[in-house]
């Protein structure tokens, strides 16, 4: 939806950070790379995370098949010996079996602990409006970019952006034009 400068901030931003996290349902509707693409040469892959309790991610998803010089990692609450197991391993993804929230879905502060045994110091959550809910909610934010394209604001872009902030409010650090979109810098 956003325009190219946006996209390569975007892309420069994934250069800096040391893991980049979605949700399946990202990767299904988007089937992203997850790889740092800045402009004017080559960037660091960031460590890619999926998150996906019923392991049902597809090894033809870019995230998996795509080269990279950083890992896949799909966070998952199935069990070791779920049957897709063995077929995602062998397409090069590492499997991290975690327990369930109270919800049902992935729990958070077991993989943030996963996360940062591993060195990860600097997390970039891209996930859709549930993944951002949850972090939100588990307190795991302390920094928000926002991206508005002049087109996501007639296809529900400011719900979208009230449902991501789930009601919380918080403190815009700066507000500035990238291209045709919006950038906006906050903390909760």
Known sequence: IT???ADAQVHALR????AIL???GTVEADNPRLTARPKGGRGKDPLRIVLDSRLSLSPKARVVSVPS???TVIAT?????HRRVPLLKKAGVEILHLP???QGRIALTPLLRELAARGVVSLLVEGGPEV?????AAGAVDHIIVFIAPKSLDAGGVPALSRLLNGRHWKVA???RVGRDLMLEGTP
């Open 3 to 5: 325009g190219p400068e």
């Open 15 to 18: 250069d800096r950070v040391d």
């Open 22 to 24: 979605v949700g399946r």
């Open 69 to 71: 010089r950083a890992a």
């Open 77 to 81: 609450t199935v069990s070791k010996g």
């Open 100 to 102: 369930k929230s109270r």
């Open 132 to 136: 951002w809910t949850s972090f939100l």
């Open 174 to 176: 700066s507000a500035r």
